[in-house]
C-alpha cells in the first residue's frame, strides 16, 4: 500500500503533468530528438534507488551519452528522456558543486548534484526532489541526497557503463 506522502507526491505530479509512468511530458527545455529512450543500466539504477528510497519524488540523471555532442536526460522517472541540459546541470557538472533549490510553490526541494562513478570521477548530474514544507532541514535532506549519490557512484564502473 502506497504512504500518504507518496500518494500526495503522485497526486502533486500528475497535476503538474508529469507521468511517472515514464511518458514524455511537454518539455521546459530543448530536446534531443536523437535521444529518445531512457540508458538502460541508468533507468534500472534509478528506478532501484527510488524503490528504496520513498522520500524521494523525483529523480533525473543528466550525462552526454557516447558519441553524442550534448548532456542530456537519459534516465528519470518523470519523463523529459532526451532534454537537453541546462546551465545549472553544466554547471554543477563542470564544478562538481551542488545545485540547492526549493521551487518557487515552496512545496519541493531539489538537490542536484555531480554523479560520479566508482573512482569519483564525474560523469554528470542527478536531481534528486523532495518534498519540503517552510522550516524543514535542508541540511538533513542534502544528507539523503549525498548518502544516495555515494549509493550509486558504487553501483557505475564508468559513464560507458550507464549505456549498457
Known amino acids: ?9 503522485l497526486i502533486v505530479l500528475t497535476l503538474l503533468g508529469a507521468n511517472l509512468a515514464g511518458s514524455q511530458v511537454a518539455p521546459k527545455h530543448e530536446m534531443d530528438d536523437g535521444f529518445t529512450k531512457p540508458a538502460p543500466r541508468a533507468q534500472a539504477l534509478l528506478d ?11 529523480m533525473m540523471m543528466h ?34 558543486k551542488s545545485n540547492l533549490e526549493v521551487n518557487t510553490a515552496g ?3 531539489e538537490d542536484e548534484l555531480a554523479l560520479k562513478d566508482q573512482s569519483g570521477r564525474i ?3 542527478i536531481g534528486i526532489v523532495f518534498n519540503y514544507r517552510s522550516g524543514d532541514d535542508r541540511s538533513a535532506l542534502v544528507a539523503t541526497a549525498n ?10 564502473e564508468n559513464k560507458r557503463s550507464l549505456f549498457d
Not at 536526460?73 to 554543477?92: P, Y
Open 123 to 125: 560523469v554528470g548530474a
Open 107 to 109: 512545496n519541493h526541494f
Open 48 to 58: 532501484a534507488t527510488l524503490q528504496s528510497s520513498p522520500e524521494v519524488l523525483a
Open 147 to 156: 548518502r544516495i549519490r555515494a549509493a550509486l557512484a558504487k553501483q557505475i
Open 1 to 9: 500500500m502506497k504512504s500518504f506522502a507518496s500518494t500526495t507526491a
Open 63 to 96: 550525462v552526454r551519452p557516447p558519441n553524442r555532442r550534448l548532456n542530456v536526460v537519459i534516465a528519470s522517472n518523470i519523463g523529459r528522456i532526451g532534454e537537453i541540459g541546462d546551465k545549472d546541470d553544466l554547471r554543477c557538472i563542470r564544478t562538481g
